[in-house]
């Protein structure tokens, strides 16, 4: 039971440059999400997807997009990468509103 | 608009003191309140959550949180902190019905032998 898969694990970019990141998990979870980790920042929440087919803004999606493949995976583009978003990249997810979330062990993305 | 504070970056105590890490939320109607911890270039572990019922949750790796909905207030505590405690917490908050989940800022937590 590997929970939530995330792939790279790191990635460097150059301005201009797009990517996808990949977010699978095997637990059966309605609910997946894409945060973006900065010092003093917290995690603020990029995009999510309640459920299979559908797909939710959050607080900073400027700049990305989002594929909700399937109820396993749940991708994050970036169509032309500023260093703006380098970030370190959490994807997670949850079976309910009430469930608790789980979390992939992050992507580390440096745009130069 | 949901949101979380958590009003202190960081915090200090000594091995053996009670710890308290502060966070109050908004949210519209009743919340779903979490706390996870992040050890340093790792990914988040849920520690504890609070969907209804007594206001005292008990978690992880001795960790308990009191829900106050007066205060909007879900604050983590440990009654007697260990050095491996030192991490980064954070508050979390979802409304009912709602699939978006907010997180605060963090407070890091160090705890000094």
């Known amino acids: 039971n590997a929970g939530v898969t995330q792939t790279p694990k790191f990635q460097v970019l150059k301005t201009g440059q797009s990517m996808t990141l990949q977010c699978a998990q095997d637990?059966?979870?309605?609910?997946m999400y894409w945060y973006r980790q900065d010092p003093g920042m917290g995690l603020r929440l990029i995009y999510y997807?309640?459920?299979?087919?559908?797909?939710d803004k959050g607080e900073v999606p400027n700049g990305y997009n989002v594929s909700r493949l399937n109820k396993r995976e749940f991708s994050l583009r970036l169509e032309s990468a500023a260093p703006s978003q380098t970030s370190v990249y959490f994807c997670?997810?949850?079976?309910?509103?009430?469930?608790?979330?789980?979390f992939g062990q992050g992507t580390r993305l440096t745009v130069v | 608009a949901q949101s979380v504070a958590q009003p202190e970056d960081q915090v200090n105590v000594a091995e053996g003191n009670p710890l308290t890490v502060k966070c109050t939320y908004s949210v519209s109607g009743n919340p779903y309140l979490f706390w996870y911890v992040q050890y340093p270039n790792r990914g988040l572990q849920f520690l504890l959550k609070y969907i209804t019922g007594d206001n005292l949750v008990k978690g992880s790796y001795g960790f308990e949180a009191e829900f106050n909905k007066s205060q909007t207030s879900f604050h983590l505590k440990k009654p007697s902190a260990l050095v491996s405690d030192s991490a980064l917490y954070f508050c979390a908050v979802r409304g009912f019905n709602d699939y978006k989940l907010s997180f605060g800022a963090g407070t890091t937590v160090t705890v000094r032998a």
């Open positions: 997807s309640a459920s299979e087919g559908t797909t």
């Open positions: 637990m059966n979870h309605n609910s």
């Open positions: 997670a997810s949850s079976t309910s509103t009430g469930g608790e979330a789980f």
